[in-house]
């Protein structure tokens, strides 16, 4: 089964094959339409010319990646931040991981540990460190022992809360209504 976040094919393939790019696109996932944030790794190596790798953005000249991340149209609504914080994940997978990205979720033992591993991350907060751990347990079967528990309420069957429950424009859809009515409930 393959994830289906920007929902289109090509972008959700890489996403479903590379580790980093997962994890790029959702550092940035935040301020800009979910689609826009998960095809734009895809978007990122049509740029650099070639794949992701986190040791080759790592090394990039700072600038230099903020300048790819800022071409119209720009990777991110803040794309210098962006790329900032696309160099600092990759640094940590790079120092922490062995330059596997996966690692961050291979080596985890439990789902409190990969709850930790995941907010450890640059741009990854309480609650999208508990999304996204529910989005690999849901769509790519990293289940340790006490995932569900570290991700709550993410993690529940049948949700439809983020993007870990998005396996289709239907369901897309649905945690679109979610999220309206979550903010319509907070205002009143």
């Excluded at 961050?104 to 033992?109: F, K, N, Q, Y």
């Amino acid at each position: 089964m393959g994830l289906h976040l920007s929902q289109i094919d090509a972008a959700d393939e890489l996403l479903t094959n590379d580790p980093l790019a997962l994890l790029i696109g959702m550092v940035l996932d935040q301020q800009i339409p979910l689609e826009r944030a998960f095809a734009a790794p895809l978007e990122l190596t049509r740029r650099l010319g070639r794949g992701l790798d986190a040791a080759d953005l790592a090394a990039m000249d700072p600038e230099e990646l903020a300048a790819v991340f800022s071409v119209q149209p720009a990777l991110h609504r803040f794309p210098a931040a962006m790329a900032q914080r696309t160099q600092k994940l990759s640094r940590i997978v790079i120092d922490s991981y062995g330059g596997d990205a996966a690692g961050v979720w291979t080596t985890a033992t439990d789902g409190r540990q990969l709850f930790k591993q995941v907010a450890a991350l640059p741009g990854f907060g309480e609650q999208k460190a508990r999304i996204f751990v529910a989005l690999l347990g849901k769509q790519l079967g990293v289940t340790p022992p006490g995932w569900r528990e570290a991700c709550a309420p993410f993690g529940e069957d049948g949700s439809y809360r983020s993007v870990a429950d998005i396996t289709s424009p239907e369901s897309r859809s649905k945690v679109r209504d979610y999220k309206k009515a979550m903010k319509a409930a907070a205002k009143a």
